[in-house]
Nanobody, 124 residues
Framework: QVQLVESGGGSVQAGGSLRLSCTASKRIFKINTVAWHRQASGKERELVASISTGDNVNYADSVKGRFTISRDGAKNMVYLQMNSLKPEDTAVYFC??????????????????WGPGTQVIVSS
């Protein structure tokens, strides 16, 4: 399977910026969907941003104009640039990728993986 690891979380003051990164452990052949989700304490996990087949980009209304999702296929990386952060953005952020990866001598295999999450804290 493909393991994902997020990085770039931390503590910032309101109005600040952070850039989250997500790295895949294996070479990806094809990405169907990449997405960032978040879960605040005591709340359900919610979709923050996604890129689906055909490069269709979707953002939650609460982050539109402030967050930007992007990917670098050559580096197996996914990013979430977060600007103008607000205290309500405080949450654990998770990366999710659905796609196909290369298997040595076996061709390709489908996967849908989640990272363990990275904490983002925004203070007022």
């Amino acid at each position: 399977q493909v393991q994902l690891v997020e990085s770039g979380g931390g503590s910032v003051q309101a109005g600040g910026s952070l850039r989250l990164s997500c790295t895949a452990s294996k070479r990806i052949f094809k990405i169907n969907t990449v997405a960032w989700h978040r879960q605040a304490s005591g709340k359900e996990r919610e979709l923050v941003a996604s890129i689906s087949t055909g490069d269709n980009v979707n953002y939650a209304d609460s982050v539109k104009g402030r967050f930007t999702i992007s990917r670098d296929g050559a580096k197996n990386m996914v990013y979430l640039q977060m600007n103008s952060l607000k205290p309500e953005d405080t949450a654990v952020y998770f990366c999710n990728i659905d796609g196909t990866y290369y298997v040595t001598y076996s061709g390709t295999r489908n996967f849908n993986s989640w990272g363990p999450g990275t904490q983002v804290i925004v203070s007022s």
